[in-house]
C-alpha cells in the first residue's frame, strides 16, 4: 500500500464498535497505544503484572489456557483490575473453527469467556459467518502473522481483509502492514532490544510499526513481562510508542 497514505488521528478514527470507541478513549486518557501481552502461567504472576502495569495499558491479552491455576477467582480479580486501572481485557484465543463450535469455545467449557472478555482474537479462515457467534464481544480478525514462514501472504491477507470489513463485529485487526482506515490496527513482535526468537518470531521496533505500518496499538509480550523491572518497562514502551504515533501523525 501507498507510504504516503496519511495518519487518521485516534480521536478521528470512525470505528463503530462500542468496543473499539472504548479502546480509543482509554487510549487518549492514558496516553497509551499499548497492549501488553502477559503470557505467564501463573495466576499470581498475571495479578502481579496486571496491578504494577495496568495504569501503562489499554489492554491486557491474555492466553487464558496456559494459565496453569486458572479460576473464577482469578477473572473476578482480573476484572476488578481491570475496572480500577481503565483497561479491558482481550483473549488472544484465536478462534479458527465453524462458528457452531465456536460459539461453544467462546460460551461453554472451562473458561467461558463470553462472560468476562471485551475482546478476543479469531481467525477469519472459517468465512464471515463465523464471526457473528461473539456479539457483543468485540473481534479482533487475525489477517496477518509475525512469525517467520506464515501462510498469511498478499492474497490471503487481502481475502481477509474483505472479511474483517463484511463483519459488524470486528472493530479491529492484527496485520504487519497498513491496513484500510475503518479498521483499527494492532500489531504484535514489537520489541525494543531482539530481533526475534528462536521459535520463529520476528520483531520490530514501535517506531518502525507506528510509521511505517501506521499501526495503533502495538503488542508486548516479553519485552515486558520478562524484563527485570516490568512497570519500568511498560513505561518505556508507553513512552516510546505514544511519541512515535504522534511523531507519525505530521
Ligand atoms: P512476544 O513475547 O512479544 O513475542 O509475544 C507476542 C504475543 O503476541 C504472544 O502472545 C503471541 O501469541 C501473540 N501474537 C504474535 O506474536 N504474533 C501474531 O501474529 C499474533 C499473535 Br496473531
Known sequence: QAPSRKR??????EVQHPVGKNMIDIALRKKSNLIASADVVSSLELINLAKGIGDKIVALKLHSDIITDFSWDLVTELRTIAREKDFLLFE??????????????FKQGVYRFADWVDMVTAHPIAGEKSFDVFEPTGVVA????????ALTDDYYVSKALNIAQKSADVFAVVAQRQVPDDLLLLTPGVN????GDSKGQQYNTPKKVFSEYLTDFMIVGRGIYKANDPVAAAEEYRQQGWKAYEDSLS
Do not use: Y
Request: net charge negative; proline share 3%; charged share 35%.
Open 92 to 105: 488472544d484465543r484465536k478462534f479458527a473453527d465453524i462458528g457452531n463450535t465456536q460459539e461453544l469455545q
Open 192 to 195: 525494543i532490544d531482539k530481533k
Open 8 to 13: 487518521t488521528p485516534l480521536q478521528d478514527k
Open 142 to 149: 487475525i489477517v496477518e502473522m509475525s512469525s517467520a514462514g
